[in-house]
């Protein structure tokens, strides 16, 4: 395997990283801060009264958040 494609490889992991993309409506989030205990990756945090990315680079998609929701205001893509 050549320099090129050791590059070309950081580079695809780096783009998979990024795509992860979590939204909260936070309209629809009473803070109640399930998705913040139940996240193993501690991707969420509290800001103000509702919940907010702290890091999104961290998500795994394990989706775990979305489901322990009660008002369903959290996708994960
Ligand atoms: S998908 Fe999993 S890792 Fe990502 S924020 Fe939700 S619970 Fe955390
Ligand atoms: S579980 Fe849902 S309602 Fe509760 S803090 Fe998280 S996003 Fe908000």
């Not at 399930?34 to 989706?63: E, F, H, W, Y």
């Amino acid at each position: 395997m050549g320099l090129g494609s050791f590059f070309k490889r950081g580079k695809k992991e780096k783009a998979d990283a990024e795509e992860c993309h979590i939204e909260i409506v936070s309209d629809d989030c009473d803070g109640c801060e399930k998705c913040i205990i139940a996240c193993p990756n501690n991707v969420l945090m509290l800001a103000g009264d509702v919940s907010t990315v702290r890091d999104a680079q961290v998500c795994k998609r394990c989706r775990v958040c979305v489901a322990i929701c009660p008002n369903e205001c959290i996708t994960v893509n």
